[in-house]
């Protein structure tokens, strides 16, 4: 079993910047895939960004690519997503996710097994 506990949401202005952190608790941890997706309020949850389980290739939803930055730390157990001139249309739940060891379809939120409670981003305008 995985246990993700996502941190660093809040308030911030249109143009700011926040950094999300997800800490896993599993020893394996550099053996998933972590994403990050985020659902708005009367929307579905959809894809962010992701980091494959090996070689640090990372993949990005065309709306926050240029400025949302995903890494990990698997020294930590950790993955991060640096966010940066957020938009009022970046306000959501934002939730990690992890898969173990699979990649081509990590833009899909099936593929993922463990999920994290969700932390809230609101970006004001």
């Known amino acids: 079993q995985v246990q993700l506990v996502e941190s660093g949401g809040g308030l911030v202005q249109a143009g700011g910047s926040l950094r999300l952190s997800c800490a896993a608790s599993?020893?394996?941890?550099?053996?998933?895939?972590m994403g990050w997706f985020r659902q708005a309020p009367g929307e579905e949850r959809e894809f962010v960004a992701a980091?494959?389980?090996?070689?640090?290739?990372?993949d990005y939803a065309d709306s926050v690519k240029g400025r949302f930055a995903i890494s990990r730390d698997n020294a930590k157990n950790t993955v991060y997503l640096q966010m940066n001139s957020l938009k009022s249309e970046d306000t959501a739940v934002y939730y990690c996710?992890?898969?173990?060891?699979?990649?081509?379809?990590?833009?899909?939120?099936?593929?993922?097994?463990?999920w994290g409670q969700g932390t809230e981003v609101t970006v004001s305008s």
């Open positions: 980091i494959r389980w090996s070689g640090g290739v990372s």
């Open positions: 996710a992890a898969a173990y060891r699979t990649w081509s379809n990590s833009r899909t939120q099936y593929e993922y097994d463990y």
């Open positions: 599993v020893r394996t941890f550099s053996l998933y895939t």
